[in-house]
């Protein structure tokens, strides 16, 4: 059996797995959108970058067989994004004569500079909706306030009647949690 069919990668691989299609959507269309304009694209390119490569991705992901020996996932698909964005930008060039400052901006050089925190920040954002059911309320709670909102540990005690133990048992368990979720998300990307 392949390594990827149990990950969101491996279930795209079937187009016709719309709830797999939705996840892998709703997690990389912000990424390849947030890229997209941290590269001065305008909303409206940024959106058609986003769909050419959902398009690009629906064709090419039936065949991807990921090999980390060749290669991260997220390298993959930040090459396929910088392409679509430098298409877009040829694009615009067609209808503009001055295009010297989108040049400028567009240095592939940088890319991976611009795609790494956004790449990694969204697949945060995403483990910590699929952790949040697995914790009581109170101990997500304490997590978020100690840790995402950098709130004393003394606030958090008082706010949730809860001990200091607590908030520090909260903050393991859910870090715990959120690394073995980056792991299944990502750990296979590098």
Same mark, same amino acid.
């Given at each position: ?44 390119? *940024? ?5 050419? $490569?959902?398009?690009?991705?629906? &064709?090419? %992901? /039936?065949?991807?067989?990921? =090999?980390? #020996? ?42 991976? *500079? ?5 790449? $990694?920040?969204?697949?945060?954002? &995403?483990? %910590? /909706?699929?952790?949040?059911? =697995?914790? #009581? ?54």
């Amino acid at each position: 059996m392949d390594a990827t069919d149990g990950t969101l990668i491996g279930r795209v691989r079937n187009p016709r797995d719309s709830v797999a299609w939705r996840e892998f959507t709703t997690l990389y269309r912000p990424i390849i959108l947030r890229y997209s304009r941290a590269r001065y694209l305008t909303t409206a390119d *940024a959106d058609d970058v986003a769909q050419d $490569v959902l398009k690009i991705l629906v &064709r090419r %992901l /039936k065949t991807f067989d990921y =090999d980390p #020996a060749k290669g991260r996932f997220s390298n993959w698909l930040l090459t396929i994004v910088d392409n679509e964005i430098k298409r877009q930008q040829r694009k615009r060039r067609a209808k503009r004569a001055n295009t010297s400052f989108l040049e400028a901006q567009a240095d592939p050089d940088d890319s991976q *500079a611009i795609w790494e925190p956004i790449f $990694v920040k969204e697949h945060i954002k &995403r483990c %910590l /909706k699929l952790a949040k059911p =697995d914790f #009581a309320p109170k101990t997500f709670e304490a997590f978020e306030r100690s840790f995402l909102k950098e709130e004393s540990t003394g606030s958090v005690c008082t706010a949730l009647n809860i001990n200091r133990n607590q908030v520090h048992l909260a903050r393991h368990r859910v870090l715990k949690r959120l690394k073995e979720l980056m792991v299944e998300q990502i750990g296979y990307e590098g």
